[in-house]
């Protein structure tokens, strides 16, 4: 069965304090892991595309990795604005997303 | 603006009640698709449709129905809504693969619906 598992399931940061988000999955045959971000009422937001291990992907203070059995989104010096829940979803077959249940990141002043 | 839009965003209903919630884009984009999202649960999908006339179920279709009937517009109907159907909904759309490679879902803003 295609699974998507997300850890922690909330993570407090101090702004400036660099971490990571993990995701892990188990799925017949990847054909995309996607990050999405989500602000509280608000659909999710693309972020990145991975689709082959040792991929990496940037976006200002944040980079998404990918490996064959999980996918990391490291946050470096994050800020208050970066506060949100963060979403991994895998292409599993023919129009089937999984998604993961998600980490909600509150980083603090 | 590129966006997908849904109406209502907020609904409060009564079991058995028929309703509708509206998805459209403007994006010119084949594949649309339905998901609910539950505490716990993340999201799931409803009910995708890969073009015109062309729908088929996701993971939890049971009590929904849904039609496409013009590119832009991708309605869910639900035809006697029961209190478990309450939850946060969002329809989303995207391009159709291509060389083998998928692309990302764009999201609409979610419905909020609430089944007494």
């Known amino acids: 069965e295609d699974q998507v598992t997300q850890s922690p399931e909330a993570l407090r940061l101090q702004e400036g304090e660099s971490s990571s988000l993990n995701c892990s999955y188990t799925?017949?045959?990847?054909?995309?892991l996607f990050w999405y971000r989500q602000d509280p009422g608000k659909g999710p937001e693309f972020l990145f595309t991975?689709?082959?291990a040792g991929e990496e992907k940037e976006k200002e203070r944040l980079k998404a990795t990918l490996t064959k059995k999980e996918s990391f989104l490291h946050i470096t010096a994050p800020k208050p604005e970066d506060s949100a829940t963060y979403l991994c979803?895998?292409?599993?077959?023919?129009?089937?997303?999984?998604f993961g249940t998600g980490t909600r990141l509150l980083v603090s002043p | 603006e590129a966006q997908v839009t849904q109406n209502p965003r907020y609904l409060i209903t009564v079991t058995g009640k028929k309703l509708t919630v509206t998805c459209s884009q403007n994006?010119?984009?084949?594949?649309m698709s339905w998901y609910r999202q539950d505490p716990g649960l993340g999201l799931r999908q409803i009910y995708y449709?890969?073009?015109?006339?062309?729908?088929d179920k996701g993971d939890v279709p049971e009590g929904y129905k849904v039609s496409r009937k013009e590119k832009r517009n991708f309605p869910l109907i639900l035809e006697s809504p029961s209190p478990n159907q309450t939850s946060l909904y969002f329809c989303?759309?995207?391009?159709?693969?291509?060389?083998?490679?998928?692309?990302?879902?764009?999201f609409g803003p979610g419905t909020r619906l609430t089944v007494l």
């Open positions: 989303a759309s995207s391009l159709p693969p291509s060389g083998g490679s998928y692309n990302e879902q764009f």
């Open positions: 994006m010119n984009h084949e594949y």
């Open positions: 991975l689709y082959s």
């Open positions: 449709s890969m073009n015109v006339e062309v729908t």
């Open positions: 799925v017949s045959g990847l054909r995309g």
């Open positions: 979803a895998v292409q599993a077959s023919f129009q089937k997303l999984v």
